[in-house]
């Protein structure tokens, strides 16, 4: 998951990133949902100690950064519904019934 995520962010491909999350979660279903979460992070992290420190983050860091808070504020509201722990699978599930946002990226 990290590796893709990173492959995706530096490709500078808008479609492709806007999809990154569906793809992490349609391609790993059985993973915990917050691994989706994690993924994006780190991947951030690892691009953000490629590029200069002293220059302002490229806006694919903040995405990511944001696409892995809203993946966890999903997974909250998934497991508030009682599934505990969630998966990637109860994410894909979630987005088609309740908030469609990441599926229409």
């Known amino acids: 998951m990290i590796a893709l995520s990173v492959e995706t962010l530096t490709q500078g491909d808008e479609d492709r990133i806007g999809g990154l999350v569906r793809l992490l979660a349609t391609r790993w279903p059985n993973e915990p949902a917050l691994s989706i979460a994690f993924a994006l992070t780190n991947a951030a992290a690892s691009i953000e100690e490629m590029v200069d420190s002293e220059t302002t983050p490229p806006v694919v860091l903040m995405r990511a950064y944001k696409f892995a808070a809203l993946v966890a504020a999903d997974v909250h509201a998934v497991q508030s519904m009682g599934k ?19 599926l229409n990226r």
Not at 84 to 102: E, G, I, K, N, Q
């Open 84 to 102: 505990v722990p969630a998966r990637a699978s109860d994410l894909l599930h979630f987005w088609r019934r309740v908030d469609p946002w990441f």
